[in-house]
């Protein structure tokens, strides 16, 4: 049986260097407001985390779902955008 991580790794992702699409608006939010950190807990691609208290963001490798847009209503703290064209994720099937 094949592992999700290892569909994952058959995904290439085009880095858009100096314009991230995912950025947070407010890091004090995330640090001190937010209780659960459902970000790093949902992002598929584990691009979210929450280690030290403090909240971590790495595009590299975004599955672009949205999830951590969705999870963050309560305080609406998360700037997503599709990438430019040409950039982001390149999903392989197979």
């Known amino acids: 049986m094949i592992k999700v991580e290892e569909k994952l790794y058959q995904n290439r992702y085009r880095v858009d260097a100096g314009l991230p699409h ?3 608006k ?5 640090n001190s ?3 659960t950190q459902q ?3 949902c ?3 584990g691009c979210w985390s929450f280690e030290a208290g ?3 963001l790495i595009t590299d490798g975004c599955l672009e ?3 951590c847009r969705v999870v963050c209503d309560e305080f609406k703290n998360v700037d997503w955008n599709y990438p430019r064209g040409g950039y982001g994720i390149l999903f392989k099937f197979g």
């Open 22 to 24: 995912i950025r947070i």
């Open 26 to 30: 407010n890091e004090d939010i995330c």
């Open 33 to 35: 407001r937010c209780p």
């Open 39 to 41: 970000c790093a807990v």
């Open 43 to 45: 992002c598929p691609a």
């Open 54 to 56: 403090k909240i971590g």
């Open 65 to 67: 779902c949205g999830t």
